[in-house]
């Protein structure tokens, strides 16, 4: 059997020199993924951080209850990954929408409904014992290492195919941060006095067209300095 048969690491890297828009694809999915995970570790962590406590604070600093006449109606009840999603989001400069709607009791004729979206940014109002910007950083840094690690192993120079190549990067990003705004939204649903209120919270939709921009900056970025360390190198 060939030697490169018998060399998983070895096929990978012919594949990604061969193949580096695929690899800037992955960059960008695996980015996005492994940025969430260490999200997730940090808020374990970090006391300033709790779900029901900082959402609460968070949401009473918008007076959005007060503007809808809801005040004592129930507040958004993220779950722990409902509640690091949001974050996560939050680092990417992309706000979490809170949403009441009110109808009436079994949806009666003219009933009317009404919906005041306010955004609010947890990660900016809570009080954190880790520094927002450490949250920040994890997508920054993991995207440019990502595209550092793929230029050098695609044997890239600095020229014109680090844009193509970037270009794949928020191709893997984007498409996971859509499908988030959904799996990260929660709803609470409350029925006083014959008025049925419900309260939704979510990732901003405009959060995928942020990790857009961060994702592909960076990602070139990477592949520039990368690329640049090659030639560096070969020097």
Do not use: C, K
């Amino acid at each position: 059997m060939p030697e490169q048969a018998s060399d998983p690491v070895g096929r990978v890297r012919e594949y990604v020199r061969d193949a580096p828009v695929i690899g800037a694809i992955l960059v960008g999915g695996g980015s996005y993924l492994l940025g969430f995970v260490l999200t997730y570790l940090f808020v374990l962590i970090d006391g300033g951080l709790d779900a029901q406590s900082s959402t609460d604070a968070a949401v009473a600093e918008t007076g959005v209850f007060q503007q809808t006449g809801l005040v004592g109606f129930p507040q958004p009840e993220p779950t722990t990954m409902e509640f690091v999603g949001w974050i996560f989001y939050n680092a990417h400069f992309a706000d979490t929408v809170i949403t009441p709607r009110v109808a009436s009791r079994g949806g009666q004729a003219g009933a009317q409904t009404q919906t005041a979206p306010e955004s609010i940014n947890i990660l900016s109002t809570a009080s954190t014992q880790i520094p927002s910007v450490v949250y920040q950083l994890i997508p920054v840094l993991l995207l440019t290492a990502g595209g550092y690690a793929l230029a050098r192993a695609a044997h890239l120079a600095v020229s014109r195919d680090i844009l193509r190549v970037g270009l794949g990067v928020p191709i893997g990003y984007v498409p996971l941060a859509l499908l988030g705004t959904f799996l990260f939204r929660t709803s609470t649903t409350a029925e006083p006095e014959g008025i049925e209120v419900t309260v939704s919270a979510s990732p901003s939709l405009v959060g995928p067209v942020a990790m857009a921009v961060i994702s592909t900056l960076f990602g070139i970025v990477g592949l520039y300095l990368g690329a640049q360390s090659r030639g560096a190198d070969s020097d």
